[in-house]
Structure formats: structure tokens, C-alpha cells
């Protein structure tokens, strides 16, 4: 009974905002029926309420995900492994490879710290390059 009377309060307050012919007052209209639904669908006691809230508990079964069958034949490389034309070229390195979030970020660091942190990023690259360029390989092959 409260739930029945909360709904004519709302349906007659949303009434009232749609007749005001403006825009806003008609989104904030519909977005307060659908609250109010939202709300009524989560708590309320009835039959009816608790239908959808079972409809909407139903688990689904999802298929089954297997691995792509090319990605995973090639031995993962050893982590840091020295890699000499990363060391050489540093940033512009993860830039020919085609990853430019690394080469950004460590051509930041080395101008923000003044030049001062291109040895580290140089070192990084050295020893990451190969691991960085196995993971964006198999994250550009993956589905999420």
C-alpha cells in the first residue's frame, strides 16, 4: 500500500515537471520515474518486484574462453634481458617499435628532470625493451 501511494506522488510530481514544457525540467522528470523504479524494483515487497529482481539474479552461463593458439608457442624472454639498440636509441627505440605511451613517458622523464634522469631511462630501456615489446604484442591480441 505505501508503495502504490509513493508511486501516484511520483508519477504526479513527474506530471506536473513534464507540463512545464522545459528541456530540463522533463529529463529531471524522467530521471526521478526512473529512480523511483529503480528504488521500487530493488525494495519493494510485491510479486511483481520480486519477478524482476529474480530475472535480473538469473546467472548466465558464459562460454567457455580459450587462449589464441599463436600467442603463447614462443618462450616468454628472460626478465632484463640486455638488449643494445634499445640502449643506444632509449625512448626513440619503444617509438620504432610502435610503443609511444613508453616513448612519452620516458622522454618526459628525461626533459622534466633536465636531462638528469637519462641515464635511468636509458638503463630502463636497455633492460625492459624486449619484455615491454612481448606484452604489448600479446595485449594487442587479446580481447578484454
Not at 634481458?81 to 634499445?86: T, V
Not at 631511462?121 to 624486449?130: E, G, M, P, S, T
Request: no cysteine; net charge positive; charged share 15%.
Amino acid at each position: 500500500m505505501v508503495w502504490a501511494i509513493a508511486w501516484v506522488i511520483v508519477l504526479a510530481a513527474a506530471l506536473g515537471l513534464w507540463l512545464l514544457k522545459i528541456t530540463f525540467w522533463r529529463v529531471t522528470a524522467l530521471g526521478m520515474v526512473a529512480t523511483f523504479a529503480f528504488l521500487w524494483t530493488g525494495y519493494a515487497p510485491g510479486r511483481v518486484a520480486r519477478r524482476i529482481r529474480g530475472m535480473l539474479a538469473r546467472e548466465v552461463p558464459l562460454p567457455a574462453r580459450g587462449d589464441p593458439p599463436d600467442l603463447y608457442y614462443r618462450p616468454s624472454p628472460a626478465q632484463l634481458k640486455w638488449n643494445w639498440a634499445a640502449l643506444i636509441l632509449g625512448p626513440l627505440w619503444y617509438l620504432i617499435q610502435g610503443l609511444w605511451v613508453h616513448a612519452v613517458i620516458l622522454a618526459t622523464l628525461v626533459f622534466v628532470s633536465g636531462g638528469l634522469l637519462a641515464p635511468l631511462v636509458w638503463l630502463y630501456a636497455a633492460l625492459k625493451a624486449d619484455e615491454d615489446l612481448l606484452e604489448f604484442r600479446i595485449a594487442r591480441k587479446n580481447v578484454y
